[in-house]
């Protein structure tokens, strides 16, 4: 059986120009407000089905992930996500992948941007209504509370973001995130091992 090379275009980032837009607040306050829902919503519709975009650009050769950034908050505390959101019951995960960029990313001024969902990058699963997550299913977990999808979405050429006002919109380069839990989370810390298996072409 022959390998198939997966290939991914990355456009440098000075292609894209970023905008900003009235805030977007996530639907809970605090953590336990979060699981709360969650759990209450869990009895309803099951296992909540939630999804993450990639989205890579490159600077003089070298490949960044664009991440959301909250903060710092009072503490002092600086917060990385990808566009990221729930998938609503029976939505079809591109369709809701494709929503959710558009929700987060995009223009206001009726101009849809060319997002194109591509591969499923990794899967992570969250067997209780905790904060940890899991790239595969633990053992002990018969019912996963949350399935998490990453898919890579390839970027036109040139782009307008629109940011909402309480994020930064940042570049960080992949050798920033390998290994480092500390500062951006297990699931973004992963990405440069699960993005390997692509060859990455410079436009």
Same mark, same amino acid.
């Given at each position: 059986?022959?390998?198939?090379? !997966?290939?991914?275009? @990355?456009?440098?980032?000075?292609?894209?120009?970023?905008?900003?837009k009235?805030?977007?607040? #996530?639907?809970?306050?605090?953590? %336990?407000?979060?699981?709360?829902?969650? *759990?209450?919503?869990? %009895?309803?519709?099951?296992? *909540?089905?939630?999804? #993450?975009?990639?989205? @890579?650009?490159?600077?003089?050769?070298?490949?960044?992930?664009?991440?959301?950034?909250?903060?710092?908050?009072?503490?002092?505390?600086?917060?990385?996500?990808?566009?990221?959101?729930?998938? %609503?019951?029976?939505? +079809? /995960?591109?369709?809701?992948?494709?929503r959710?960029?558009?929700?987060?990313?995009? *223009?206001? +001024?009726?101009? $849809?941007? %060319?997002?194109?969902?591509?591969?499923?990058?990794?899967?992570?699963w969250?067997?209780?209504? /905790?904060?940890?997550?899991?790239?595969? !299913?633990?053992?002990?977990?018969?019912r996963?509370?949350? $399935?998490?999808?990453?898919?890579?979405?390839?970027?036109?050429?040139?782009?307008?973001?629109?940011?909402? *006002?309480?994020?930064?919109?940042?570049?960080?380069?992949?050798? #920033? @995130?390998? +290994?480092?839990?500390?500062?951006?989370?297990?699931? !973004?810390?992963?990405l440069?091992?699960?993005?390997?298996?692509f060859?990455?072409v410079?436009?």
């Amino acid at each position: 059986m022959m390998s198939r090379e !997966i290939m991914a275009n @990355l456009f440098p980032l000075s292609n894209y120009t970023f905008g900003t837009k009235d805030p977007m607040y #996530e639907k809970d306050r605090t953590v %336990e407000a979060r699981f709360q829902r969650m *759990r209450t919503d869990f %009895e309803t519709y099951g296992m *909540r089905r939630s999804v #993450e975009g990639v989205l @890579l650009v490159h600077e003089h050769s070298l490949p960044h992930v664009l991440l959301l950034q909250l903060g710092p908050s009072p503490s002092g505390a600086t917060f990385f996500k990808l566009p990221s959101g729930e998938l %609503e019951p029976g939505e +079809d /995960e591109c369709e809701g992948m494709l929503r959710i960029v558009n929700t987060t990313l995009g *223009r206001e +001024d009726g101009h $849809h941007t %060319e997002w194109t969902v591509g591969d499923i990058v990794a899967n992570w699963w969250r067997p209780n209504f /905790e904060s940890p997550q899991y790239p595969y !299913i633990p053992s002990h977990c018969t019912r996963p509370k949350e $399935h998490k999808k990453l898919f890579l979405l390839q970027l036109p050429e040139k782009a307008l973001f629109s940011v909402p *006002r309480n994020y930064k919109l940042v570049a960080a380069p992949l050798f #920033e @995130l390998y +290994d480092n839990s500390a500062g951006y989370g297990p699931v !973004i810390a992963s990405l440069p091992q699960v993005l390997s298996r692509f060859h990455f072409v410079y436009v």
